[in-house]
């Protein structure tokens, strides 16, 4: 049986990339065989005309991942814009079953499995006919969420707002990770505790700027993640 994660955000840009490459390489330097998938990836870079899925690189790269960073992700396209209408523009809708069968497959092949999500918590995949969001996926694949978050001023607002919307769908979220925080700013260390207290929930690692390794035991961060 394997276990996964689901990396959402308080937004696009927040570091759910930066951060889930920290996640998976804490787990396999303590000989975890982790992994990492993507359901859709859009703004692809294009470099001598190979299409490069730049998130799956990365944490391929950061975390010594050996597979070839195009296997990690079911859906990825060029246009730089949310899932739905890069999937719309290029002519190629998401569905949801390919996303579980290539879920699967990552089961087969990894025992700890982190998925990063697109954007933030409201993030459409499909708006044709039909109706998919990521919270729909989320639940497909049941799993339970981490949320990155900016230690910067405003992040308490997105925090709680992003927690309240993920709970009212009905997904457990366990906890929130703070990215770009510096423990020698006040507002840091308070922006942690006031989020911990109306969240109710653990910051379960904080994450600096430029930082290498996650400081977090990697035995801690395995009880996040769940049975799949
Ligand atoms: N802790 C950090 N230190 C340095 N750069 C970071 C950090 N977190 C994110 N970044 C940078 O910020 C940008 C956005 O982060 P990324 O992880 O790609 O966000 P997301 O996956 O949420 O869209 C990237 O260029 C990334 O390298
Ligand atoms: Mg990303």
């Given at each position: 049986?394997?276990?996964?994660?689901?990396?959402t955000?308080?937004?696009?840009?927040?570091?759910?990339?930066?951060?889930?490459?920290?996640?998976?390489?804490?787990?396999?330097?303590?000989?975890?065989?982790?992994?990492?998938?993507?359901?859709?990836?859009?703004?692809?870079?294009?470099?001598?005309?190979?299409?490069?899925?730049?998130?799956?690189?990365?944490?391929?790269?950061?975390?010594?991942?050996?597979?070839?960073?195009?296997?990690?992700?079911s859906?990825?396209?060029?246009?730089?814009?949310?899932?739905?209408?890069?999937?719309?523009m290029?002519?190629?809708?998401?569905?949801?079953?390919v996303i579980?069968?290539?879920?699967?497959?990552?089961?087969?092949?990894?025992?700890?499995?982190?998925?990063?999500?697109?954007g933030?918590?409201?993030?459409?995949?499909?708006?044709?006919?039909?109706t998919?969001?990521?919270?729909?996926?989320?639940?497909?694949?049941?799993?339970?969420?981490?949320?990155?978050?900016?230690a910067?001023?405003?992040?308490?607002?997105?925090?709680?707002?992003?927690?309240?919307?993920a709970?009212?769908?009905?997904?457990?979220?366990?906890?929130?990770?703070?990215?770009?925080?510096?423990?020698s700013k006040?507002l840091?260390?308070d922006?942690?505790?006031?989020?911990?207290?109306?969240?109710q929930l653990?910051?379960v690692?904080?994450?600096?700027?430029?930082?290498?390794?996650?400081?977090?035991?990697?035995?801690?961060?395995?009880?996040?993640?769940?049975?799949?």
């Amino acid at each position: 049986m394997s276990k996964g994660i689901y990396i959402t955000a308080t937004g696009t840009d927040i570091g759910k990339t930066y951060v889930t490459g920290l996640l998976v390489k804490l787990l396999r330097n303590s000989g975890i065989n982790a992994g990492y998938y993507k359901p859709a990836l859009s703004g692809a870079a294009v470099v001598d005309g190979e299409v490069i899925p730049g998130d799956c690189k990365f944490v391929a790269d950061t975390a010594g991942l050996t597979d070839q960073p195009h296997t990690l992700a079911s859906y990825i396209y060029k246009t730089a814009v949310s899932p739905h209408l890069a999937a719309q523009m290029e002519n190629r809708p998401i569905e949801p079953v390919v996303i579980v069968a290539d879920f699967a497959k990552a089961k087969q092949h990894f025992d700890y499995i982190t998925v990063e999500g697109c954007g933030g918590i409201v993030c459409p995949l499909r708006l044709d006919e039909q109706t998919l969001l990521q919270t729909d996926i989320i639940k497909l694949l049941n799993l339970d969420v981490l949320i990155v978050a900016s230690a910067e001023l405003g992040t308490i607002n997105s925090v709680v707002l992003t927690i309240d919307y993920a709970r009212n769908q009905g997904i457990v979220v366990k906890g929130i990770i703070l990215n770009k925080y510096d423990d020698s700013k006040f507002l840091h260390r308070d922006n942690k505790q006031v989020i911990e207290r109306l969240t109710q929930l653990p910051v379960v690692a904080c994450v600096g700027t430029n930082a290498t390794d996650l400081a977090m035991d990697a035995k801690i961060l395995c009880e996040y993640y769940k049975e799949v």
